[in-house]
Nanobody, 120 residues
Framework: QVQLVESGGGLVQAGGSLRLSCAAS????????MGWYRQAPGKQRELVAT???????IYSDSVKGRFTISRDSAKNTWYLQMDSLKPEDTAVYYC??????????????WGQGTQVTVSS
């Protein structure tokens, strides 16, 4: 079974920075796409940033210019660098990967979520 383990969340002051990591493990043949989503209290889960298969990176307008998604293919890991954080960025952040295993068809996997809290 494929597992996505997130780390890097925490409490920061407005204007600060955090770097989230998502490490995938298991019987992985390839990672076709990867991304980050978040869910704030009382709101639905929304896209933050993604690297889709065969396309350039895509960012939500609310984070464009402040957040950067990147990857380390050798480690099956991707990151979300968050700068100039605002209180409205407070949410649980989830990583997502479209992964082909050695035994099956591509499907989406999700991390367990990591809390990001930005104080004013």
């Amino acid at each position: 079974q494929v597992q996505l383990v997130e780390s890097g969340g925490g409490l920061v002051q407005a204007g600060g920075s955090l770097r989230l990591s998502c490490a995938a493990s298991g019987d992985i043949l390839s990672i076709n796409a990867m991304g980050w989503y978040r869910q704030a209290p009382g709101k639905q889960r929304e896209l933050v940033a993604t690297i889709p298969s065969g396309y350039n990176t895509i960012y939500s307008d609310s984070v464009k210019g402040r957040f950067t998604i990147s990857r380390d293919s050798a480690k099956n890991t991707w990151y979300l660098q968050m700068d100039s954080l605002k209180p409205e960025d407070t949410a649980v952040y989830y990583c997502r990967g479209t992964i082909t295993t050695t035994w099956g068809t591509p499907r989406d996997y999700w991390g367990q979520g990591t809390q990001v809290t930005v104080s004013s």
